[in-house]
């Protein structure tokens, strides 16, 4: 929204997403999708979490999950038939009410530093469910000189992974 108002000139997008308005670059890097939770949660006696594992708990999912056709896939139900308690935009909100114990937060991994915390842990999703990103900015943007150069530097940067 942001972007398409002008506020800003350049936007970092997880998948899925929808750039036909856009010019961007494709980072080549892949965040990995999975679980926030307790410690003390029975699930995070597991190493990874499956589809069967989250079909009767209290969900917490992104507002961008709740309508993403690839997650709803991997986790084999239809929205309706899971129990979701909250959505989110900001992660850094869900794990509060992760550590409070309202549920499990479907998240990608290190955005919360789980290392050390005494609350929350994350397992990754099995099978493995992966979200690629992307840097994108409006077609036909007239940039500051700073903004283009630092376009000019994404670009040299991940020249082998421009998708304009």
């Not at 000139?9 to 679980?35: C, H, M, N, Q």
């Not at 307790?38 to 079909?55: G, T, Y």
């Not at 479907?106 to 990754?124: Q, S, V, Y």
Request: charged share 25%; with cysteine.
């Amino acid at each position: 929204e942001k972007l398409d108002k002008g506020l800003i000139d350049f936007a970092l997008l997880v998948e899925p997403f929808d750039v036909s308005k856009y010019d961007f670059i494709k980072l080549p890097i892949r965040d990995t999708w999975g679980v926030l939770m307790r410690k003390d949660s029975p699930l995070a006696e597991k190493d990874v979490i499956c589809p069967e594992d989250l079909w009767d708990k209290p969900l917490i999912i992104s507002q961008q999950t709740s309508v993403s056709d690839e997650m709803m896939a991997w986790l084999q139900k239809d929205i309706s038939q899971l129990n979701i308690v909250l959505t989110y935009e900001l992660l850094y909100n869900a794990s509060r009410f992760v550590k409070m114990g309202f549920g499990y937060a479907i998240a990608l991994d290190k955005l919360i530093n789980t290392e050390g915390d005494r609350h929350l842990c994350f397992r990754p999703l099995y099978p493995v469910a992966e979200a690629g990103l992307c840097i994108a900015w409006k077609k036909y943007q007239i940039f500051s000189k700073a903004s283009a150069e630092f376009l000019k530097r994404l670009q040299k940067e991940f020249s082998d992974t421009t998708q304009m």
